[in-house]
C-alpha cells in the first residue's frame, strides 16, 4: 500500500504549482485599449466610453432583464450604494449571514446601523430562511442574501420572508456570477444587487463593483450614492432626487475607464471560463463522492454554479476526529494546494461586536466579541465550517487539467485510507503548532477580497 508522503511515501501530485493561476493573460485587444485609453482620455465623464460599455455589457450577460446597471469602483462601494438606495441608516437593522466575506455587510456599519447576524446552510453555505425569520425584527431595514462560492440562496424563502415584514432584499452575487436559481440569473430576484470585480473574481476588473436593480427610484439614489454632476444629470430622473444633481449625497466612488477594460475584457471570456471550470469541479466533486475524508460540495443543478468561485469541502465525521490541521498537513505534504478558507465568523470580528461608530471607539477599547460557547449555540452550521471546510483551486483550463485533477483525487484516496493512522498522529495540541508552522496557502489567503 502506498504511503502517505507525510510519512515518507511519495507525493500524489507532481504538477509545479501553482495549480490555479490567477488571473488569465490579457489579450492583445485588452492591452491595445488599455493603451489607447491612456492615450486619448484617463479622465472619468460620467458613464461615457467603456464605463458606460460595460455596464450594458455586464446587464446584458449576467443579469438580463434588468433595466438599470450602474458602475462602482469596489464591490464594497457597490453594496455601500445599494444600502444607501434602501434607506439603511442609524437604528436601522441589516441581516446578514454570520459566515461570509465581512464586505458583504460592513458598508451598514458606516451608515450608523446594527449588524444582525444568522446562521448558514450547511449544505448551501448560504443564509438560512429558518435563521433570518428568527433574527428579523421590526428595526430591521435590509436582508443581504450572499450567493456563497457560486451557490445560490434559497431566494423563494428569503423573499416571502423578507416581504412578510416589509424589509428589502439585497443580492450580493460576488461569488455567483452567471449563477442561477431555478433557471432566474442571481442578481435578478431580490430588490437590488451588487457584484464585485475585484482581481480574484470570475469576471474581474482589478477592483470594481456593478449595481444592477429593475426600480427606478433605486437607480436614481444608487448613481446619487457615488456619482455627481455629468452621470448624475444625465441619469436621475426622480425630481425630489434630482435636486442632489451637483454634488451626489458626498461621496465619489466612481470606477476607472482602465478598470472598465479590464473588466470587458474578463466578461468577454467569461463563458468559456465558466464551462471549463464547471466541467473541471463537477469532474472532481463526482470524483470525491465516496472519499472517506471530506463530503464534496452540495449541487443540486450543476448548470446552476456559473463559474463558482470557490471550492470548499468540508470534513466527514471521521476527519473531523483526525483534526482539520492534520488533515490539510497530510494533504500538502501530497503536493494538493490546501488551506482552511480564510474568513472566520463575521460576529467574532470587532467591527460587528458593539452597534456604536466603530470609528468613535476610544484608543485602547476592543470590543469584545460574543463567547465561543455562544457562537456555537447560535452559529452551529456557521462554526462547523469555520473548524472545518476545506479550501481547493478552482481549476478553470479544462480539460488541460485533468492531469492535476486525477493527481488531487489519488491525494485524497491516499488520505482516506491513511486517516486511522492520522487519527493515532501527534495529539491535538502538536497539531495545532504544526497548523501554525505550515501557516496559510499564499493562494487562498489573498482569494477572498472584494
Known sequence: MTRLALHGGAPAVTTPHPHEPWPPPPSPDELRRLADQRLT?????????????LERAFRDALTPGRRHSVAFNSGTSAMLAAMMAVGVGPGDEVVAPVLTYHAAVSPARALGAAVRFADVELGSRCLSPEALRATITPRTRAVVVVHQWGRAAAMDEILAIARQHGVAVIEDGSHAHGSRYGGRPVGTLGDVAIFSLQANKAVYAGEGGVLVTDDDELADRAVLAGHYRDRAKADVRHPSLRAFWESGHGLKLRMSPFNAIVALGSLARFEALARQRQAA????????RESATVVPVEVPDPGDMGAWYGYKPYLTPAAVRVG????????RAEGVEVDAPSGRLLARLPLFADDDAPWRTRTGDVPA???DAELRDRFPHGTFLEENALSLPTFYRWPDDRGVVDQYVEAFAKVDRELDALASGPAADEREREAAVVGPAPRDAASHGR
Open 41 to 53: 482620455d484617463i479622465g472619468i465623464r460620467g458613464n461615457a466610453g467603456p464605463i458606460g460599455e
Open 281 to 288: 469541479l463537477a469532474y472532481l466533486n463526482d470524483a470525491l
Open 324 to 331: 482539520r490541521s492534520q488533515v490539510v498537513a497530510a494533504l
Open 369 to 371: 466579541p460574543p463567547a
